[in-house]
């Protein structure tokens, strides 16, 4: 039977069939049409772009399809959010989405280009109501058996496009570029000094270098691992933002002299904010002669791999022993869907297995050992289970909770294996492609404006474009970031949203493009600014 909504089991002797699939049927035929519309704004939205304003849109504020924005005090009083004791059911459910899409940003209007991801594909809407349908765990092969396999195939072509190539090859899915980073990052050390494991650090200072353009994941991982922020040693960059390999030796013969432990390199390839891609092959001289971790974080600019015009910037990442990238990024998967690929997954396995019997059962796809299953439940609750199960026979693991810090993991890989089947390598590159192309041109338009001023090299090296609005020369970098900042908050009733950063003249707009973002877009934008950019006194 069903109660407010809400289908409950008939304990009855003689019990009705479950109406669960008709339920759901009936909420997602629902939740399907605001949806659609929610997109469909942003579609029609496209074709006024190129005039510099948005489609303005029925609202109770200045609304285009994009957004319609309140500060957090008046939001909170016209989405009246709030936890009933009783149930709403359908209406109530209803009435909530429908003001979640109505004060959202909509990430598939082409005016949303403000961070280092856009809007999703339309098969990426498929992928995650399936996982949601499925709602699987994939930490035991048990309890998801293809959504494993699809996961550790997925991860091995990734990593054979980037020369990780051998019968270990292969990677696992993580939730999110900062966790990625942060799990090479234990791995190296554990794997470099595995007494670490059980034994902690011993009066040993470990180091890690990263570029001073590095994503602060590093520091953070520094502060999490008991390295501290000084033990995360920020290597200078040259004019185009990338690592100096010359310096990152010297510091790291600094580091030794000093008594301490340097262990690990995090190179970048696509930087924050200019999109820089570092010298890989450079720093993996460096990193062989030292005998250090090399791990590339190719969280923005990884997916590059795919494009046969833009690959070349990864010159040097089959050298790596990690790599991380991110395609809910630049790939325009759902969020999270991330990747940490390695040279030799048994790597991962000695630096992150810890035994629970309770919950891995055998590492042979699910097989119950013969025997001694119990003992191994008795040696994991003693904490003298690691020896026996870090030995170098190791030939795959399939319960893939083994390889990762985390124990619950969603199966995030199908995401990008779905657009992979759906769109085929070469469509991936064509959209790859497309986003450089956008990233170009608007490049180009900004460099021939004299009311702006690039900071970014032309055609820029990722998908961000840098650059000024009517700046300032001499002393004048409160007044430029000022004029930045009043852009950008008066760009986003026009329907545009771009970010901004700071830098030595003052905080610069950053736009960032996508495969979708139409040439027509970013002339929309140019024009909106100047003409923002006018009405502010200068």
């Known amino acids: 039977m069903a109660t407010n ?4 089991p008939d304990r009855s002797a003689n019990a009705q069939p479950l109406r669960r699939a008709d339920e759901a049927d009936d909420l997602l035929t629902s939740v399907k049409a605001s949806i659609i519309s929610f997109i469909r704004a942003a579609d029609e939205d496209a074709s006024t772009k190129p005039t510099g304003h948005g489609l303005q849109q029925p609202g109770q504020g200045p609304r285009t399809a994009l957004l319609e924005h309140h500060p957090p005090k008046k939001l909170s009083q016209l989405l009246n959010f709030s936890l009933p004791a009783q149930a709403h059911g359908k209406e109530g459910l209803q009435s909530t989405i429908e003001s979640i899409l109505q004060y959202s940003v909509n990430t598939w209007d082409q005016g949303f280009l403000d961070k280092l991801y856009s809007s999703i594909n339309p098969v990426g809407l498929a992928s995650d109501l399936l996982l949601s349908a499925l709602n699987t765990n994939l930490h035991v092969y048990q309890v998801s058996p293809t959504l494993t396999l699809i996961e550790k195939q997925t991860a091995k072509a990734l990593a054979q496009l980037f020369g990780l ?114 010298p890989l092959d450079e720093i993996a001289d460096v990193c062989q002669k030292h005998n250090l971790w090399l791990h590339v974080d190719g969280s923005w600019g990884g997916p590059v791999v795919f494009s046969a015009k833009q690959r070349h910037k990864l010159n040097g990442v089959e050298r790596a022993d990690s790599v991380a990238l991110c395609p809910h990024k630049m790939m325009n998967i759902p969020l999270t869907c991330t990747f940490l690929l390695a040279k030799d997954l048994r790597q991962f396995h000695r630096g992150m297995t810890l035994p629970a019997g309770y919950l891995f059962h055998g590492g042979d796809g699910g097989k119950e050992q013969e ?54 390598s070469s469509g991936l590159e064509a959209q790859i492609d497309a986003a450089f192309d956008a990233a170009a041109y608007l490049a180009d338009l900004v460099a021939k404006h004299d009311k702006f001023t690039l900071v970014s090299a032309n055609p820029p090296p990722c998908l961000q474009v840098c650059f000024y609005f009517s700046k300032t020369a001499g002393d004048a970098k409160k007044k430029n970031s000022r004029m930045t900042e009043q852009v950008c908050r008066r760009l986003i009733p026009r329907g545009f949203m771009v970010d901004f950063a700071p830098g030595e003249e003052g905080r610069f707009f950053r736009v960032v493009v996508n495969s979708q973002t139409r040439k027509e877009t970013v002339e929309g934008l140019v024009k909106a600014i100047e003409e923002v950019g006018g009405e502010i006194d200068s």
Request: charged content about 25%; proline content about 3%; hydrophobic content about 35%.
């Open 165 to 278: 190539k051998g019968a270990f090859a292969g990677g696992v899915s993580q939730p999110g570029g900062s966790a990625a980073n942060q799990m090479s990052m234990v791995v190296a050390r554990n794997v470099l000094f595995p007494e670490t494991k059980t034994k902690g650090y011993e009066g040993k200072k470990f180091v890690v270098f990263t570029s001073a353009h590095g994503h602060y994941s590093a520091e953070k991982a520094g502060q999490m691992f008991g390295f501290g922020s000084e033990g995360v040693k920020s290597v200078p960059v040259d004019e185009q933002g990338r690592m100096k390999a010359g310096e990152l030796e010297r510091m790291v013969e600094v580091s030794k002299k000093a008594g301490e432990t340097p262990f690990y390199v995090n190179a970048t390839a696509g930087t924050t904010v200019l999109g820089s891609f570092d």
């Open 371 to 424: 025997e001694g299953g119990d003992e191994s439940v008795v040696a994991s609750e003693r904490g003298e289970a690691h020896a026996a199960q870090e030995q170098e026979d190791v030939k795959e693991v399939w319960d893939l909770a083994d390889l990762t810090p985390q124990c619950g993991r969603r199966g995030d890989s199908l995401k990008l294996a779905l657009s992979w089947i759906y769109y085929g």
């Open 5 to 8: 909504g809400q289908s409950l």
